[in-house]
């Protein structure tokens, strides 16, 4: 069946400009997740989501990061008034539920830089 | 808070040989052990993980990890080297129903000497 996948693959966009980033989990998983990887930092948790609702935001790095999800599958991270250290891969996984054994699922990830 | 620290970001093995990437985690409960394999320009592909069943864990690509309490280890091991094993390894650890997302390692980079 079809993997997590994520678009656009790459983005290239200027300072201040704003960007949305785009997962479509695997069909069933309720659970999904946002990472940022970059070169400084490793891999790092942002956002969970299980079903529509995101019980922890505190991951998100500043109040320039936002997440959503509708319907229980698409979700959508945006990041506004884009800065140079947003520049990262982020990665969207999901899982068949939220437990903590359950297997995340990673999507190819969307290479961001910002000019 | 759980954390993870894999020793050495580079490992450079001859193929064929033995392959050891270390792992240890800090956690305040039971932990949930996963490795994760990501090759250049891809996702993370889930190798193995320990979820309080076995504490040997056999994965794809004939890689295994045994899960050590009295050490808080969780090292990946796989007897033979082969040259398409070069990627980067990450070793993660979940404590909760999933809130927390994983929270992984540095990486370690696998290289294969021919």
């Known amino acids: 069946g079809a993997g997590v996948s994520q678009s656009p693959s790459n983005k290239v966009t200027e300072k201040g400009k704003d960007v949305e980033l785009r997962c479509d989990p695997i069909?069933?998983?309720?659970?999904l997740y946002w990472y940022r990887q970059s070169l400084g930092q490793g891999l790092e948790f942002l956002i969970y989501?299980?079903?529509?609702?995101?019980?922890?935001k505190s991951g998100l790095p500043s109040d320039r990061f936002s997440a959503e999800r509708t319907g229980g599958s698409v979700s959508t991270l945006t990041i506004q008034r884009t800065q140079q250290e947003d520049s990262a891969v982020y990665l969207c996984?999901?899982?068949?539920?939220?437990?903590?054994?359950?297997?995340?699922?990673f999507g190819p990830g969307t290479r961001l830089l910002v000019l | 808070a759980q954390s993870v620290t894999q020793l050495g970001s580079h490992v450079s093995v001859s193929e064929g040989a033995l392959v050891l990437l270390r792992c240890n985690y800090s956690?305040?409960?039971?932990?949930?052990l996963f490795w994760y394999v990501q090759y250049p320009n891809q996702g993370l592909q889930l190798l193995l993980k320990?979820?309080?069943?076995?504490?040997l864990v056999k994965g794809i690509n004939g890689f295994e990890a045994e899960f050590k309490k009295s050490e808080t280890s969780f090292h990946l091991t796989k007897p033979s080297a082969h040259m398409s094993d070069a990627a980067e390894y990450f070793c993660?650890?979940?404590?909760?129903?999933?809130?927390?997302?994983?929270?992984f390692g540095k990486g370690t980079h696998l290289i294969i000497q021919p």
């Open positions: 989501f299980q079903g529509n609702s995101a019980p922890d």
């Open positions: 993660a650890v979940s404590e909760s129903g999933g809130a927390d997302g994983l929270t």
């Open positions: 320990y979820t309080s069943a076995a504490t």
């Open positions: 069909s069933g998983h309720t659970a």
């Open positions: 996984a999901s899982s068949r539920t939220s437990g903590g054994q359950e297997t995340q699922y």
């Open positions: 956690s305040s409960v039971p932990p949930y």
